[in-house]
């Protein structure tokens, strides 16, 4: 986890808690198998919840002085969330798939070009960083500047960057310790 967390929020911990925690036997995408897992679609389609998580984000994003700054939310849980957070700050977002397209334009990313610019992807949970890192990578090899991921809920092990290796920061507005300390 990074030095840059949202102030915890206790009852927004407890309300996502409640709603998105599920208790059984679950294969997380890394291959782990989880006792718990939070579904994040459940308060990805709550309205209120969804942009509680987002005025949180905001406060997580890094300073964008140029105003050329994107967000870059990684298909699909991140795009509801970028979409909120991009309506709140008025910066520009991207979707950022798992593979290109085979057909019509065959990105990648949908939305601005991304050569030479600053983007801050936008993802809803983090374990291990798989699809984060995945996708970090791309958008460099496109031309991309990513150093910062901001998450709704990072899983990873406390004290832990799991993106460390590809010299990405995590800032989570929610990590698993507060949504534990809650349950």
Known sequence: ??????????????????????????????????????DKYLFESDPALLLRVARQMVGLLPDDPDGTGLLGGLELGGVPIATMVSSLTGRPALFVRKKAKEYGTCKLAEGPGVEGRRVTLIEDVVTTGGAVRDATNALRAAGAVVEVVVC?????????????DVGLEVRPVLTKAQLDAVS
């Open 1 to 38: 986890m990074s030095e840059t967390t949202a102030a915890p929020d206790a009852a927004l911990a407890a309300d996502i808690d409640a709603l998105c925690r599920l208790t059984g036997s679950f294969t997380l995408r890394s291959g782990q198998v989880a006792p718990e897992y939070f």
């Open 152 to 164: 709704a809920i990072d899983r990873s092990p406390e004290g832990q960057d799991p993106l460390a």
